[in-house]
């Protein structure tokens, strides 16, 4: 595979990512494919940098890395969102969470 | 290829699987895939990096993250919302559009893989790029002390008090 196919590859998961976000009902789900999606945007940073696309750096290693370390944050705040959440409404359906609404 | 496989496999998986335990395995074994994948492409330090902090950290917050929420399975809701239709044209729409720019764009056809240089990767991160590392590891400690504070009970502010 050349550029083009490891690209295709990371659309492909960004799309079954998106797809997922947009379309299940679970809290947790949803956080599981924000992941998804932030993977897909790693690879293709890393596929720029293998085929030495935009720089003789490895910038795109590096901000992969980067990309990681935020990833983790955002799960490990956004879980604890889920928790406190779930634990006040005793459900993780996001459909249900319509206070504001009413 | 095997690898591409696993990755949209587990993808897929992960969003249609009902329920949530499997798609937290099915996306474990997409990150295990795209780890793989990443050694293929001469980043090892990234493909580890992969396997230390998704496999190993985001995976398991996750898994207990379910444990903690989901009371016994007994009767499995519906997976998707009434918009799933057009979420699916959505996600259809973004790959359509990135898909033809894709196509458009006339890549370098070289299929040459440049390995990573671990050494000069180091001196990078620590002198061209040492400030976005500092504001990751400051994002860092902002997130555990958030996490800390979102996940606390309230019932122990009362014990305390």
């Keep these: 595979m050349g550029l083009t196919g490891y690209l295709f590859l990371s659309l492909a998961l960004f799309g079954i990512g998106a797809f997922g976000f ?61 928790i406190a959440i779930i634990r006040t409404r005793q459900t993780p359906e996001v459909d249900e969470y319509s206070d504001l609404k009413e | 290829m095997v690898l591409a496989i696993g990755v949209i496999g587990g993808g897929l998986a992960a969003v249609l699987l009902r329920n949530v335990i499997h798609s937290a395995v099915a996306m474990m074994v997409c990150f295990g895939a795209l780890a793989g994948t990443y050694a293929l492409l001469g980043a090892p330090i990234v493909a580890a990096a992969q396997v ?90 902002a997130a555990i002390i958030g996490a800390i504070y979102l996940a606390r009970r309230p019932e122990e502010d009362e014990r305390a008090n």
């Design chain 2, 52 to 141: 230390l902090i998704y496999l190993g950290a985001i995976s398991v917050l996750i898994l207990f993250a379910i444990m903690l929420t989901q009371a016994g399975d007994a009767n499995l809701p519906v997976p998707f919302q009434r918009q799933a239709p057009i979420a699916a044209i959505v996600a259809l729409l973004i790959v359509g559009v990135v898909g033809w720019a894709l196509v458009q764009t006339p890549w370098p056809n070289g299929s040459v893989i440049v390995p990573v240089d671990l050494n000069a990767l180091a001196a990078a991160i620590f002198n061209d790029y040492a400030l976005p590392f500092e504001i990751v590891a400051f994002l860092l400690l």
């Design chain 1, 22 to 82: 947009l379309s299940r009902r679970n809290a947790i789900m949803m956080l599981i494919c924000i992941e998804l999606m932030l993977n897909a945007v790693n690879l293709s940073l890393v596929a720029f940098n293998a085929f030495d696309y935009y720089a003789t750096d490895d910038a795109g290693a590096i901000f992969s890395l980067l990309i990681m370390a935020v990833a983790a944050a955002e799960a490990t705040v956004g879980l604890a969102l889920v």
